[in-house]
C-alpha cells in the first residue's frame, strides 16, 4: 500500500505515543509543480496532518503545533526527500504572522525551533513575492 505525503510518519506518531492507528485510505490527485519553492508540498503535508488529526480525533493538546510541524517536516525529509527547513511547516500548522528562531542547540535539544505567534503586527495590504530567473540561471 502507499500512502500519501506524511501518513507513514503520522502513523508511527500515532502507534508509538498514543493510539493504535485505524486503517485508513486517501487518495490525492494533484498537480502541484515540485521544487519551485511554493511550499506546496509541505501545504499537502499539513493538509493531509490536519485531516488526519481530525479523522483521529486528535485534541490539540495532546498533539502541539511545535510536534506537528515537526512531523510534516521529517515527512517531507524521510518521504518525499525532499531538503526542507521548518519556515513552511510553521506558518501553515499555526497560521498569521510568526516569530521564529531556530537557535542551533534549542533546535538539537527539542526537535524544533522557538515560535511565537506575533498578533500587533498586519501584513501589508498587498504583499507579492516573485522571483525573477534569467536566462542560464536556476
Known sequence: M?????????LLYLNVHIYIARCISITLFIDVISQVGLAGSSAICTATFKALMEYYKIPLHTFPKEIQSSLILSAE????????????????VYGGIMYMDFERSFVAQYGYGRYEKLTNISPPPRLWLGKIIKKGMK
Open 2 to 10: 502507499v500512502f500519501p505525503p506524511g501518513c507513514v510518519s503520522f
Open 77 to 92: 525529509q524521510d518521504e518525499l526527500k525532499i531538503s526542507a527547513g521548518f519556515q513552511d511547516r510553521v506558518i501553515q
